[in-house]
């Protein structure tokens, strides 16, 4: 079984920044892209960043240059730094690993966290 667990969320005023966490644990043997996702109340869940096993980044135009998705393929772990943060941002945001468990390889399941939120508000 495999499980994400996001830490980092909170209440956070216009322009400031906030770092998200997930690491993934279990019987992992591998992990694909990793990602960030967010769901706002009555809209529907967004990218907002994704990250390859070998670095290569991808970012929602909405946070481009504000937003930095990094990971440590060592932990497991993947983080959002989240600068210049507006109202626009808040939401419940989400983990997103595809991951090679290690008694299934090679398939790959998509697994989700449980949601961490994200309040920007003066």
């Known amino acids: 079984q495999v499980q994400l667990v996001e830490s980092g969320g909170g209440l956070v005023q216009p322009g400031g920044s906030l770092r998200l966490s997930c690491a993934a644990s279990?019987?992992?043997?591998?992990?694909?892209?990793m990602g960030w996702y967010r769901q706002a109340p009555g809209k529907q869940r967004e990218l907002v960043a994704v990250?390859?096993?070998?670095?290569?980044?991808n970012y929602a135009d909405s946070v481009k240059g504000r937003f930095t998705i990094s990971r440590d393929k060592a932990k497991n772990t993947v983080y959002l730094q989240m600068n210049s943060l507006k109202t626009e941002d808040t939401a419940v945001y989400y983990c997103?690993?595809?991951?090679?468990?290690?008694?299934?390889?090679?398939?790959?399941?998509?697994?989700w966290g449980q949601g961490t939120q994200v309040t920007v508000s003066s």
């Open positions: 997103n690993a595809e991951v090679v468990p290690g008694s299934e390889y090679p398939k790959v399941y998509d697994y």
């Open positions: 279990g019987s992992i043997f591998s992990i694909n892209l």
């Open positions: 990250i390859t096993s070998g670095g290569n980044t």
